[in-house]
T-cell receptor, first 114, second 113 residues
Framework: KAGVTQTPRYLIKTRGQQVTLSCSPISGHRSVSWYQQTPGQGLQFLFEYFSETQRNKGNFPGRFSGRQFSNSRSEMNVSTLELGDSALYLC?????????????FGQGTRLTVV | GDSVTQMEGPVTLSEEAFLTINCTYTATGYPSLFWYVQYPGEGLQLLLKATKADDKGSNKGFEATYRKETTSFHLEKGSVQVSDSAVYFCALSARAAGNKLTFGGGTRVLVKP
């Protein structure tokens, strides 16, 4: 069974631009969560989508947004990029939502803002 | 809010040594607790979990017990191998927060032959 697929794996963008990252969950999984990983702040929760609805949101500015499609694939968008947005963005998929279901992580998209 | 504190690394060990990584948490209610492992260049993999007090999670020789009285979930392995070199993350999920995971800062473990 295929794992969680994130595309692209690497991105370089310029300050002020916007970027869209994609996540394809494991087949049958309806929950997709996004995390930002940086050396300074560690792993921080961005948002969770379940059945196309945002279920929970972390403490990030409105420049960070996401959506989920009917096939459970998810995208996150960051507008007006800042240098501090450079990070590894990880997507996790779960079969259901509820707190104790296993989350399967993709390899991440490494975003560099210059 | 919810938080997880784990010992800072790096932790450097010789093969076959005993490993322990301390993890304590702050949360309202009774969260589920997890240990995830991240190998270089990869995403996170679930290592083990416990969903209620006194539960013991175990996998691949690693163990951790959910201690409500000390709000702790320490990770242990009796005899490490070079292949255990990775970054280990303790995390919690509060029941009312869906699948949101709150992570500790991570502990890098390096096992030398």
């Amino acid at each position: 069974k295929a794992g969680v697929t994130q595309t692209p794996r690497y991105l370089i963008k310029t300050r002020g631009q916007q970027v869209t990252l994609s996540c394809s969950p494991i087949s049958g999984h309806r929950s997709v969560s996004w995390y930002q990983q940086t050396p300074g702040q560690g792993l921080q929760f961005l948002f969770e989508y379940f059945s196309e609805t945002q279920r929970n949101k972390g403490n990030f500015p409105g420049r960070f947004s996401g959506r989920q499609f009917s096939n459970s694939r998810s995208e996150m968008n960051v507008s007006t990029l800042e240098l501090g947005d450079s990070a590894l963005y990880l997507c996790a998929s779960s079969l259901a939502t509820g707190g104790n279901t296993e989350a399967f992580f993709g390899q991440g998209t490494r975003l560099t803002v210059v | 809010g919810d938080s997880v504190t784990q010992m800072e690394g790096p932790v450097t060990l010789s093969e076959e040594a005993f490993l322990t990584i301390n993890c304590t948490y702050t949360a309202t209610g009774y969260p589920s607790l997890f240990w995830y492992v991240q190998y270089p260049g990869e995403g996170l993999q679930l290592l083990l979990k416990a969903t209620k007090a006194d539960d013991k999670g175990s996998n691949k020789g690693f163990e951790a017990t959910y201690r409500k009285e000390t709000t702790s979930f320490h990770l242990e392995k009796g005899s490490v191998q070079v292949s255990d070199s990775a970054v280990y993350f303790c995390a919690l999920s509060a029941r009312a927060a869906g699948n949101k995971l709150t992570f500790g800062g991570g502990t890098r473990v390096l096992v030398k032959p």
